[in-house]
């Protein structure tokens, strides 16, 4: 019988949720749920200078903002029948490690390790001027007791390394396939810092195991890592994960994705009003294929059609350009009344007071503009033209009305409109009519000049529709103000 499944994703809280983060953190979820597994959320917070509870927090957001919903993790109570797999957070798991830490010391599979930081620096340089590969070359792996006491005198506190053997480690990937690393390359590493805080690679092989993690899925910076891993799960007995290391994110000059590419974090794209849906369609696409080539998925399908053997070995750039066509589309696609509920924040923060704003027009409006945008936060500048307030004349739209024949089709225009008796939706083409008669304009000299005066701009929605919203008395003040 197959064990069931169990995934994790182990962010350190050091920082924002970054996009690479947070495709791996995708690619497990998509990988549990496809399999009827479990996603769990460990956090690897033994690095107290660097984590911060307001980083913890903003993970748990972003998370649920994506949609990416856990089986277990911090803020949830797991408990099974065949035991319970917490804690979940590595800083409430000390006294695990440090059992764990005795053991291989009762084996004699590790010791303690007095080097200072420069010690360890000038050994590493000196590797680099004669050319060999930086590593620990085993200084403290011999002391004598009455040496090891002579430093503890001096009032050195040991970290404890790993004894490696000369090896060949290999193990099987599902993204990449064999993989092959010579262990006497690696040199003696650390597994318990001298603060009594456990290394990554130690902790990890001990959390895997403990939660019974089936599979790994990770970036292919970690797989330099899974060797030494590899090593420590042979020493403690356990059976290793199967493992899979994804390709990374990159921006367009080919390097790894930065900063200075632009947004590179959820919450920076949460604040530009990217769809939570986009995003993750997104992510999903870079360095993974899904049926048929398509583009647009839904959640439901990618967790269909997801599949570790079709992601790409190589890396994936990340376009933004592309990240907002998709967001477009789901824009448009989204319902009128939900859109306008996402809206709300960015209408508040350009602010339009969403409160007083009848609620049936706002929809109105929303539903005309939507097709405009690419991102939420845009929203100010497209529902802007629909407040008198707000009404102002771009550069552009004055040079167009500053031509004789644009003034004489807005003047025949406000001329109609002045005395017309039609109903509102009919009195529109009634004053185009009339303006195309008396100027003889047609086409984009007949209606440029008419959207310039009635919203300010140059290119906006149907210009039909924004004058069936905004008015007859509203359009005659526009038309007055851009001849004056």
């Known amino acids: 019988m197959n064990k069931k499944i169990r995934v994790r994703f182990a962010p350190s809280p050091t920082g924002e949720l970054h996009v690479g983060n947070a495709r ?3 690619f497990n979820w998509m990988f549990a749920r496809h399999s009827g597994g479990a996603f769990i959320l460990r956090i690897e917070d033994t690095d107290e200078s660097r984590s911060a509870l307001s980083y913890q927090i903003n993970l ?10 856990l089986d277990e993790g911090p803020q949830i109570d797991s408990s099974y029948a065949n035991g319970y797999y917490g804690p979940y957070k590595q800083s409430e798991r000390l006294d695990i490690y440090k059992n764990h830490l005795q053991k291989l010391v009762e084996e ?14 000038d050994e590493r340089q000196a590797l680099i001027l004669s050319k060999r590969m930086p ?25 404890f390394r790993f ?26 590493f650390i597994i318990m810092r001298s603060n009594g805080m456990p290394a990554y690679n130690f902790a990890v092989v001990i959390d895997d195991h403990l939660m019974n993690i089936t599979h790994v899925i990770r970036g292919e910076d970690h797989l330099s890592n899974t060797a030494l891993q590899m090593m420590l799960y042979k020493a403690f007995g356990f059976e290793p994960p199967t493992f899979a290391h994804h390709s990374l994110i990159f921006g367009k000059d080919r390097a790894k994705l930065s900063k200075r590419h632009g947004s590179v974090s959820v919450g920076e794209f949460r604040k530009q009003g990217i769809l939570p849906e986009a995003l993750i369609n997104y992510l999903a696409l870079l360095g993974s294929s899904f049926t048929e080539g398509r583009e647009i998925l839904s959640c439901e399908e990618m967790v269909k059609y997801f599949s570790l053997e079709r992601t790409s070995k190589s890396g994936a750039i990340f376009d933004e350009e592309k990240l907002h066509w998709l967001n477009a589309i789901y824009i448009r696609n989204c ?3 939900d859109l306008v509920e996402r809206l709300r924040p960015f209408l508040q923060q350009a602010g339009f007071k969403t409160d007083v704003i009848d609620a049936k027009w706002l929809n109105q409006v929303i539903e005309l503009v939507k097709t405009e945008l690419t991102t939420l936060s845009e929203i100010g500048s497209y529902i802007n033209i629909f407040f008198n307030d707000k009404y102002e004349m771009t550069e552009e739209a004055r040079k167009i009305l500053d031509s004789e024949k644009a003034r004489k089709v807005i003047i025949a225009f406000n001329e109609y409109l002045k005395t017309a008796k039609e109903n509102l939706q009919e009195l529109y083409p009634a004053a185009i009519k009339c303006a195309k008669e008396k100027t003889g304009a047609k086409g984009k000299e007949l209606f440029m000049p008419i959207r310039a005066a009635l919203t300010g701009k140059t290119t906006g929605p149907e210009l039909d529709k924004v004058f069936a919203i905004i008015g007859k008395e509203a359009a005659l003040k526009r038309l007055k103000l851009a001849t004056s």
Do not use: H
């Not at 748990?60 to 919903?69: A, H, V």
């Open 24 to 26: 791996t953190a995708l």
């Open 60 to 69: 748990y957001e972003d998370l649920k903002w994506l949609g990416l919903d």
């Open 108 to 121: 004699d599979l590790v010791y303690p390790c007095y080097c200072t930081e420069k010690e360890l620096e």
């Open 135 to 159: 590593r620990y070359m085993g200084k403290c792996r011999n002391l004598t007791g009455d040496e090891r006491k002579q430093r503890e005198n001096e009032g050195r506190r040991p970290s």
């Open 163 to 188: 004894k490696v053997q000369p090896q060949v480690i290999e193990f099987e990937d599902l993204i990449r396939g064999a993989m092959k690393f010579e262990g006497g390359a690696i040199g003696d």
């Open 335 to 337: 319902k009128t009344e």
